[in-house]
């Protein structure tokens, strides 16, 4: 059974910064990924990374001010976030389980997911 717990979350001023944590117990994790939902949106993808950490993808919108990393051996993934916006504000999702191989961008590709840490940025 694959479990997520995400932490790190919180409220921060605009510009400021937040890193996020998942550690994933149980399985064999390939892709890892961050997704976001703000209230009365959809869940949206933020970022992912493969296995070796070597290859990285972001939605548009964090570009430049958001880094996914990842460490094997403590089975945990990070969402390093910077010159956060009013707009970032929003439960943010960890998650596994898409095809090996695939750095999925699609809530529909991935199987396991966390409960969700709130990140809350003021103005």
């Known amino acids: 059974q694959v479990q997520l717990v995400e932490s790190g979350g919180g409220v921060v001023q605009a510009g400021g910064s937040l890193r996020l944590s998942c550690v994933v117990s149980?399985?064999?994790?390939?892709?890892l990924g961050w997704f976001r939902q703000a209230p009365g949106k959809e869940r949206e993808f933020v970022a992912a990374i493969d296995w070796s950490g070597s290859t990285t993808y972001y939605t548009d919108s964090v570009k430049g001010r958001v880094t996914i990393s990842r460490d094997n051996a403590k089975r945990t993934v990070y969402l390093q976030m910077n010159s956060l916006k009013p707009v970032d504000t929003a439960v943010y999702y960890c998650t596994t389980g898409a095809p090996w191989g695939k750095v999925a961008s699609y809530e529909y590709e991935y199987r396991y997911w966390g409960q969700g840490t709130q990140v809350t940025v003021s103005t």
């Open positions: 149980g399985g064999i994790i390939y892709t």
